[in-house]
């Protein structure tokens, strides 16, 4: 069965879908961009934006149960590949050994203006 997951600590949904969904021992979490979830904006810059999209993905996960360190896979998704070596840096501040997989992909543009989105499955 599955079920969704809202965090009233991370960005509501900016579309029709969830900000999560629980199934089969995996928490599907959505993208989040780096906005501040006390005023939707978004932070200045895209280290800035990276933080809160990963304290953003954190919160999903407290609200399923989990945590961001049992994160099995994630997808960046930056305007500008150019800016991969700062997004690997702040990546390295929530991840340590062993890290989960990764793939990060160019985009032409992000919602909002986005520099930085980032998804992730996590196991519960």
């Not at 780096?34 to 934006?49: E, F, I, K, S, W």
Request: charged share 20%; glycine share 8%; aromatic share 6%.
């Amino acid at each position: 069965m599955r079920t969704t997951v809202n965090s009233p600590d991370a960005p509501a949904a900016i579309g029709p879908y969830s900000q999560a969904v629980r199934h089969g021992g995996l928490l599907w979490c959505s993208g989040q961009l780096g906005l501040d979830p006390a005023n939707t904006q978004l932070r200045d810059g895209t280290v800035a934006q990276a933080e809160q999209a990963l304290r953003n993905l954190e919160a999903v996960c407290r609200e399923a149960g989990t945590s961001l360190t049992k994160a099995l896979r994630l997808t960046v998704y930056l305007v500008d590949l150019g800016e991969f070596a700062v997004v690997n840096t702040v990546y390295e501040s929530f991840f340590e050994a062993p890290f989960p997989a990764r793939a990060t992909v160019q985009v032409s543009a992000l919602p909002k203006g986005g520099r930085v989105e980032i998804d992730a499955v996590v196991a519960l």
